[in-house]
């Protein structure tokens, strides 16, 4: 034998105790009403197609730009902001991953709401990260003042999801801005993957602190969790501070698809806002029939609703629609076990979703 064993196992030691993020199921049955991932239940827009097709004839054997330069400019125009102040990545888990990595590895703990993302915690584990959690208030709302008293010891930074996942409730820019001042020397991290489905963006502000990171995904809003791309927003250091982490890790994390497809997504804007219109209209229907049915559905400023139904065990009601091909999200989580994450889908869909409930809460 040569060389000293320290350990017998063929993995890292971080690896053994590693729990990953299991993402909802995503089954290849025909006719299945998929309501289970806050996917867009509509497709891209056709000048995503097109761009991802030209480009697809056009330098697919040359490495892509590496600092994705036409997809950070059509960003940084888009929210008024400067190329140097968006970084990219695929998909906002990845952006967030790198995030991490980047702020809050402090030795001291990371807060966020005690319901929130089930990444986050995944991502600390992955890091060895500590986390303190705050709990929501009794109506599932994120109160910046819960926060305060954390804050009396050193603490790695604060993430939280506006709107919060999965109870799709949001909080306006003011609460945000407060939370950003309660913490000037550590990073606040603010993942508004749903913003666009009736939240308010801190974008605004990012001018304004020099601790605000804004994180952003175009697999909800803009129909492209297929294509994969995320993006954060904030000052110029952070964003080189990104930039050097991801630069550790893979220098192309975009591909030339995803860059072309990314900059028609912003270019079509009608196509855009006609879809969250639409997806915003469809929920209020959606609200109105499932409470008509008992539901008590949280305020959702998301592509979702969170709701629970005072008679009805929700794995039991998750079990029922699933044998009626309809999927929602059950997590089997403190506070949340008693609630359904039911994504928001076409006005088809979901009246498929309000037959296969009818069907089973007149049989229960
Ligand atoms: C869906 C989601 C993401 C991940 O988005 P991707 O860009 O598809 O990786 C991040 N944060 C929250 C809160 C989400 O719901």
Known sequence: MTGMVTSTSLFSPIVEGLIPYVPGEQPRIDGLVKLNTNENP????????????????????LYP??????????????????????FVGNGSDEVLAHA???FFQHGTPLLMPDVTYSFYRV???????????????????????AFEPYLQRDVAGIVIANPNAPTGIGLP??????????LPHRVVLV?????????????????????LLVVHTLSKSRSLA?????????????????????????SYPLDRLAIAGGVAAFEDQDYFEKCCAAIVHTREGMVLQLEERGFEVLPSQANFVFARHPAQDAGRLAKGLRERAVLVRHFELPRIDQYLRI?????????????????????L
């Open 42 to 61: 509509y497709p891209p827009s056709p000048n995503v197609v097109a761009a991802i097709t030209s480009a697809a004839m056009d330098g697919l054997q």
């Open 65 to 86: 730009d590496p600092e994705s330069r036409a997809l950070r400019r059509t960003v940084a125009a888009h929210h008024g902001l400067d190329i140097s102040q968006v």
């Open 100 to 102: 991490f990595f980047t």
């Open 123 to 145: 991502y600390c584990g992955l890091y060895g990260i500590p986390f303190e959690v705050v709990p929501l208030a009794v109506d599932l709302g994120i109160r910046v003042g």
């Open 173 to 182: 820019i003011t609460e945000i801005e407060k939370l950003v001042q309660m």
């Open 191 to 211: 993942d508004e993957a749903y913003v666009d489905f009736g939240g308010q963006t801190a974008m605004g502000l990012v001018a304004k602190y020099s601790n």
């Open 226 to 250: 297929g294509l994969r791309i995320g993006f954060a927003c904030g000052q110029t250091p952070l964003i080189e501070a990104l930039d050097r982490v991801k630069n550790s890790f893979n």
């Open 343 to 363: 994504s928001v889908g076409t006005p088809a869909q979901c009246d498929a979703l309000i037959h296969a409930l009818d069907d089973m809460l007149s049989i």
